[in-house]
C-alpha cells in the first residue's frame, strides 16, 4: 500500500444519510430509494480519440452495452440523454439485463423497459429521459447490459467518447437475443445511455401509488468522481473496470458514480471534449439521486492546453487554448464548492497529478499546477482534500509522474492501472474507508 498523502481539513459536515426531493410521511410506506450506480457524462458527437458511431448514428439497428453498477437492488431504470440532439429521438425499444460474456446476456434475465407505460418513448432535443421501473435483481459490482433499438434514423448520437469498454451493434431488432451473435460490431464508446439507476422493492410506492408514481428520495451515500480524462479512466485496461472509480467502489462499498470526460476544462466549451465543468455540474453530479460526496480533479486541461499549443505539432482538439492563471482556475472551483455546498453535498478537492515530461508540462503549467496545489491544500474551501500530486510522484523528480504508475512514458500524464489503485486508495483513506 502507498503512502498515505490525504488530509481532513475539518470533520465531515453531513452524518448519515442525505435527503433530497420528497419524502413520504411516516404515515406512508416508504418510496423507492434510487441511487446512480453508474453514470457517464453526455458529450457532443464528435471523432473523438478511437473510432466510434457518434456521428452517423443509427438506423434500423440495435445498440447493446455494457456497465457495471457499484450497488446492488432489485429494482433498476436507465437514464437517457439527448442533450446534444437538435430534434426529438424515438426509442424504439430498450431492455436490461444480466450479462453473461461480451454481447451475451443470461437467459430469464432480459426485461423490456417501458417508458411512462410504452415500450417506446420520445426524448426532445437537448433532453434526457428515465425509463420506468424493472424488477430485475442486480449484485453490487455485476455487469449489467442495456440494449437499445432505433427503427427510425436518429442523426448524430449524444454519446460518451471513452468507455474503455465495448458496446455492440447489430442490424435490426435484436433485442432480446440472449447469445449476442448478431453483433458484429463493435466501439469503446457509450452512446445515449447516461446513468443507471438501483433501488430497492422493500422500500417501494406509498400506498395508492401507481407503479412508476414514486418519488426519488435521493437518500444514500453515494460518490460522484468528477473530473477530466484520469477521472474518465485513459490508460486503464479495456473491459476489465480498472478506473479509479471502479477501485474507490472496491474499496469503500460505497456507490460510485464516474462523471469524468477526456479533455474536459473547468473554464471554457470544447467542440470534442464537453462543456465546461461549471456548466456540467448540475446536470452530471447534483442531479444524481443518492449522492452525498463529490471528488473534483479537474484543471490539468485548462492550463496545460497553452504548453501543448506551443509544441510543433499542437492537435487540433487542443482548443480552445487560454493562457489561464491560477486565480482563474481557483474561481472556477469556487463555483462548483459553492454549487455542491447549495445541494449539500461534501465536497473533496484532489491535487493536480505531476505532469512533467507530458505535452502539458512547461513554464506556465509548472507554476500553475503548484500554485492551484497549494491553494488546495491550504485553502481550508474545500471539506478534505487529497494530495495525487505526492502519492503518485516520481520518488527523485517530484515533479514527474512515477513510472511505476504511469500509462506510458511518453505520456507522463495518465495513469496506468496501478496508479488508479493507489488513487482510489487514497480518496478512500481521506473518507474514513
Do not use: C
Not at 390 to 404: C, T
Not at 412 to 430: F, I
Request: aromatic share 8%; hydrophobic share 35%; net charge negative.
Amino acid at each position: 500500500m502507498s503512502t498515505s498523502y490525504v488530509r481532513r481539513i475539518a470533520a465531515p459536515l453531513f452524518a448519515g444519510s442525505l435527503a433530497f426531493g420528497i419524502l413520504a410521511t411516516p404515515a406512508e410506506a416508504a418510496p423507492v430509494a434510487w441511487t446512480a450506480a453508474w453514470g457517464a457524462s453526455p458529450q457532443l458527437p464528435s471523432t473523438g480519440f478511437t473510432p466510434n458511431w457518434s456521428q452517423e448514428g443509427f438506423s434500423h439497428q440495435s445498440v447493446r452495452q455494457v456497465v457495471r453498477v457499484t450497488k446492488g437492488g432489485n429494482l433498476a431504470r436507465i437514464r437517457l440523454s439527448n442533450a446534444y440532439g437538435t430534434s426529438p429521438l424515438r426509442i424504439t425499444g430498450a431492455a436490461i439485463a444480466r450479462t453473461t460474456q461480451g454481447a451475451a446476456v443470461a437467459q430469464g434475465s432480459v426485461r423490456h423497459l417501458t417508458f411512462n407505460g410504452e415500450r417506446s418513448g420520445w426524448i426532445p432535443a437537448h433532453g434526457e429521459l428515465r425509463s420506468d421501473t424493472a424488477e430485475l435483481s442486480l449484485k453490487r459490482l455485476e455487469s449489467v447490459t442495456v440494449t437499445l433499438y432505433f427503427a427510425g434514423t436518429t442523426g448524430p448520437a449524444t454519446f460518451h467518447s471513452q468507455g474503455w469498454a465495448d458496446t455492440y451493434r447489430a442490424e435490426g431488432d435484436h433485442r432480446a437475443d440472449t447469445n449476442g451473435t448478431a453483433y458484429t460490431s463493435t466501439s469503446q464508446s457509450w452512446y445515449y445511455l447516461s446513468g443507471i439507476e438501483v433501488g430497492d422493492a422493500e422500500r417501494r410506492r406509498p400506498a395508492g401509488k401507481a407503479r412508476n408514481q414514486t418519488e426519488d428520495t435521493g437518500e444514500g451515500d453515494g460518490i460522484a468522481v468528477f473530473g477530466d480524462s484520469i477521472t474518465d479512466g485513459f490508460g486503464s485496461t479495456p473491459n476489465t473496470d480498472r478506473r479509479y472509480s471502479d477501485a474507490l467502489a472496491e474499496r469503500t462499498g460505497r456507490p460510485v458514480v464516474n462523471q469524468g470526460i477526456g479533455g474536459n476544462l473547468v473554464l471554457n466549451d470544447s467542440a470534442w471534449f464537453g462543456e465546461r465543468a461549471t456548466a456540467r455540474f448540475r446536470r452530471d453530479v447534483l442531479d444524481q439521486p443518492g449522492i452525498s460526496t463529490v471528488v473534483i480533479l479537474e484543471g490539468v486541461n485548462d492550463i496545460g492546453f497553452s504548453e501543448a499549443a506551443e509544441g510543433p505539432n499542437p492537435p487540433a482538439t487542443y482548443k480552445p487554448a487560454p493562457v489561464v492563471s491560477s486565480r482563474e482556475l481557483i474561481a472556477g472551483y469556487r463555483t462548483l464548492i459553492g454549487a455542491a455546498h447549495d445541494k449539500g453535498l461534501e465536497v473533496v478537492g484532489a491535487t493536480l497529478l505531476p505532469l512533467k515530461g507530458s505535452d502539458h508540462w512547461g513554464p506556465h503549467a509548472a507554476r500553475v499546477s503548484n500554485e492551484v496545489n497549494d491553494w488546495i491544500r491550504h485553502a481550508g474551501e474545500f471539506d478534505a482534500y487529497v494530495a495525487f500530486d505526492r502519492a503518485l510522484a516520481d520518488p527523485s523528480d517530484p515533479d514527474r509522474l512515477d513510472n511505476a504508475y504511469a500509462y506510458a512514458y511518453k505520456d507522463a500524464l495518465h495513469p496506468n492501472d496501478a496508479g488508479y489503485r493507489v488513487m482510489a486508495n487514497e480518496v478512500a483513506q481521506v473518507l474514513g474507508k
